[in-house]
């Protein structure tokens, strides 16, 4: 069951804003080249969103696969994504995505949140499209760290991120925590993403707490091989 973004499926123009003021410093796709090299390999983006990643990835693989649910988006990745002759974008799900069986090297989804508790069916269709060897990587907030830790906390008190990291140890993760900056060009931009990620009170006192246009944010990497042979 594909669950509504609250964020990019209602506001994609904001989410745009919010993509190019993620990890200003390039400390995630570091982390993630450090674990696994996708040149000249397939990747699949997995929920893709409006492609932003698209092109980084087309960059050095052979091929890149968007896969995104919401149709709107899959035009706007297409739109955005069009000159590049080695990328494509599908509309699918975690748990039925429309790749045949053993084709990536990587699938990437980051911050697309149909991976935790309950969501086993999404890693076990990654690793029917995953290669021998080939790597899931889950990219996620950290809730504990930092202020917007706080502030997620606040508006999500029924979420535990304590049982989200023992889930993914229990499917065979690895996982690794990434201190990243946002860094926005002006005021208005911090306080429109603020606004789709928080709840009003809560994106209101975010704002006042954050004097100038940078956060500190940490995720987690969360990463899984398929195995290359039988295990026993």
């Known amino acids: 069951m594909t669950i509504p973004s609250p964020n990019i499926w209602h506001w994609p123009e904001v989410y745009e804003v919010e993509n190019r003021a993620q990890d200003a410093d390039g400390a995630i796709y570091r982390q993630l080249a450090g674990t696994v090299d996708w040149s000249d390999s397939v990747v699949v983006d997995l929920g893709c969103g409006t492609g932003f990643h698209l092109p980084m990835f087309a960059e050095t693989a052979a091929a890149v696969i968007g896969v995104e649910p919401h149709v709107p988006l899959v035009e706007a990745a297409r739109r955005r994504t069009g000159p590049l002759v080695n ?6 799900s975690a748990e039925s995505m ?3 069986d053993a084709v990536a090297d990587l699938i990437h989804a980051r911050t697309a949140y149909f991976f935790g508790p309950g969501c086993g069916a999404g890693i076990a269709e990654s690793m029917r499209v995953l290669k021998p060897g080939g790597v899931l990587a889950v990219i ?5 760290a930092f202020d917007y830790g706080r502030w997620m906390r606040a508006d999500l008190p029924q979420y535990d991120p304590g049982r989200v990291e023992r889930f993914f140890d229990a499917q065979g993760f690895s996982t690794v925590r990434v201190d990243t900056r946002w860094e926005f060009p002006d005021r ?3 306080r429109e993403v603020l606004g789709i990620e928080f709840t009003k009170r809560t994106a209101a006192k975010a704002f006042d707490q954050t004097p100038g246009l940078a956060l500190d944010v940490r995720y987690r990497l969360h990463t899984r091989r398929r195995p290359k042979g039988l295990a026993l």
């Open 140 to 144: 996620d907030l950290d809730a504990t």
């Open 188 to 190: 208005r931009a911090l």
């Open 87 to 92: 990328v494509e974008v599908l509309e699918g």
């Open 98 to 100: 429309p790749v045949g």
